[in-house]
């Protein structure tokens, strides 16, 4: 038999099911939320049980559920034994409603239409630049989430699921200061302030942000009682001014480089030279290797204006803002913390 030109001999024949199967990913994203939306995790957490038990218990078609759940264990996320029951795996326990750092907020949110619209009008994003969510909704990300007040909690929710295992590796991999007060910046639910305040029984700390956030903030509790308060206001035009340490999470991979400097230029003014900045972000690393920062990188092309940055990009940033990057430390988590001083 003829050897195809293109298919020498000798070289695997299935080139095809591994490009097409990346090709329908969003199956998977599919999948993974239809597990999330039925809570098949928590349901699973007393052990393991048919598709069809499964089914019963959740209000869901028998047949269809079995033939998600075969494609969700191909990923390691349930198991499939000989009986036909599905078990609860390593991978799909954050998938629990009742765990600590659980993701299932998370997981609803990044499988919204609101994400998946924007992620497939990703060519028009590379083809005119900017984001692909503002031609698609007809305003920005931010601004569309404060007129819409279900999107907007559906958004809080998700980053603050998303936040909690970062929040942690952060307060334990940086020696915050044993006193003085801490100003988070775009701090959302205030997490991270949470995590930085248990730790350090002694600090205070101010959690800046828009007011939908901060309605819902997580410092609540006689643990932190009388040693943080909450303010409302734009970063583009100040921020809290006193604060011994300023955090800047999550926040400057939401920009472009202009609007990045008028953010580290509110925070300068309101710091003495000396202060400490902390920039909670991927840094992303040369070369051609998987890193979560680069799938975050994608992401914010398609939502927003935004970016993942490498360290130089960091520094040159900083810089153009007042500051000096003084190092970066690498958490448990997949963001690093680029700390810099104000000069």
């Given at each position: 038999?003829?050897?195809?030109?293109?298919?020498?001999?000798?070289?695997?024949?299935?080139?095809?099911?591994?490009?097409?199967?990346?090709?329908?990913?969003?199956?998977?994203?599919?999948?993974?939320?239809?597990?999330?939306?039925?809570?098949?995790?928590?349901?699973?957490?007393?052990?393991?049980?048919?598709?069809?038990?499964?089914?019963?218990?959740?209000?869901?078609?028998?047949?269809?559920?079995?033939?998600?759940?075969?494609?969700?264990?191909?990923?390691?996320?349930?198991?499939?034994?000989?009986?036909?029951?599905?078990?609860?795996?390593?991978?799909?326990?954050?998938?629990?409603?009742?765990?600590?750092?659980?993701?299932?907020?998370?997981?609803?949110?990044?499988?919204?239409?609101?994400?998946?619209?924007?992620?497939?009008?990703?060519?028009?994003?590379?083809?005119?630049?900017?984001?692909?969510f503002e031609r698609i909704f007809g305003a920005p990300l931010f601004a569309h989430l404060m007129s819409d007040p279900a999107d907007r909690r559906l958004f809080d929710?998700?980053?603050?699921?998303?936040?909690?295992?970062?929040?942690?590796?952060?307060?334990?991999?940086?020696?915050?200061?044993?006193?003085?007060?801490?100003?988070?910046?775009?701090?959302?639910?205030?997490?991270?302030?949470?995590?930085?305040?248990?730790?350090?029984?002694?600090?205070?700390?101010?959690?800046?942000?828009?007011?939908?956030?901060?309605?819902?903030?997580?410092?609540?509790?006689?643990?932190?009682?009388?040693?943080?308060?909450?303010?409302?206001?734009?970063?583009?035009?100040?921020?809290?001014?006193?604060?011994?340490?300023?955090?800047?999470?999550?926040?400057l991979h939401n920009w472009a480089d202009e609007p990045c400097r008028r953010i580290l230029r509110s925070c300068h003014r309101a710091m003495t030279a000396g202060s400490?900045?902390?920039?909670?972000?991927?840094?992303?690393?040369?070369?051609?290797?998987?890193?979560?920062?680069?799938?975050?990188?994608?992401?914010?092309?398609?939502?927003l204006d935004g970016r993942e940055r490498t360290a130089q990009e960091f520094a040159t940033l900083l810089s153009a803002g007042g500051f000096r990057l003084t190092r970066?430390?690498?958490?448990?988590?997949?963001?690093?913390?680029?700390?810099?001083?104000?000069?």
């Amino acid at each position: 038999m003829a050897t195809s030109p293109d298919r020498p001999t000798g070289e695997p024949r299935d080139l095809m099911a591994p490009l097409m199967d990346l090709a329908l990913s969003h199956l998977f994203s599919a999948a993974l939320r239809t597990a999330a939306h039925h809570r098949l995790a928590d349901h699973l957490a007393g052990g393991p049980r048919t598709a069809e038990q499964l089914a019963a218990t959740t209000g869901t078609h028998a047949p269809h559920l079995r033939r998600v759940l075969r494609y969700l264990a191909t990923r390691g996320i349930f198991r499939e034994d000989a009986a036909g029951a599905y078990h609860l795996t390593p991978a799909a326990q954050p998938l629990r409603t009742d765990v600590p750092d659980s993701l299932h907020a998370a997981v609803l949110m990044t499988t919204d239409e609101l994400f998946l619209r924007a992620s497939a009008a990703m060519p028009e994003a590379v083809e005119h630049g900017g984001a692909s969510f503002e031609r698609i909704f007809g305003a920005p990300l931010f601004a569309h989430l404060m007129s819409d007040p279900a999107d907007r909690r559906l958004f809080d929710d998700g980053m603050s699921s998303l936040s909690a295992p970062v929040d942690e590796a952060v307060a334990a991999a940086y020696p915050f200061p044993a006193t003085g007060t801490v100003v988070d910046i775009g701090g959302g639910r205030g997490g991270l302030l949470r995590a930085a305040l248990s730790r350090y029984p002694q600090l205070t700390g101010v959690l800046f942000d828009q007011g939908p956030p901060l309605t819902h903030h997580l410092l609540g509790g006689d643990e932190l009682k009388g040693r943080w308060r909450t303010q409302e206001g734009d970063f583009f035009a100040s921020v809290p001014e006193g604060g011994d340490l300023y955090v800047l999470k999550h926040v400057l991979h939401n920009w472009a480089d202009e609007p990045c400097r008028r953010i580290l230029r509110s925070c300068h003014r309101a710091m003495t030279a000396g202060s400490r900045l902390l920039v909670i972000e991927s840094v992303l690393p040369p070369g051609n290797a998987p890193h979560f920062g680069k799938t975050m990188d994608v992401a914010m092309m398609a939502l927003l204006d935004g970016r993942e940055r490498t360290a130089q990009e960091f520094a040159t940033l900083l810089s153009a803002g007042g500051f000096r990057l003084t190092r970066v430390l690498p958490t448990s988590a997949f963001p690093s913390i680029v700390e810099a001083v104000a000069e």
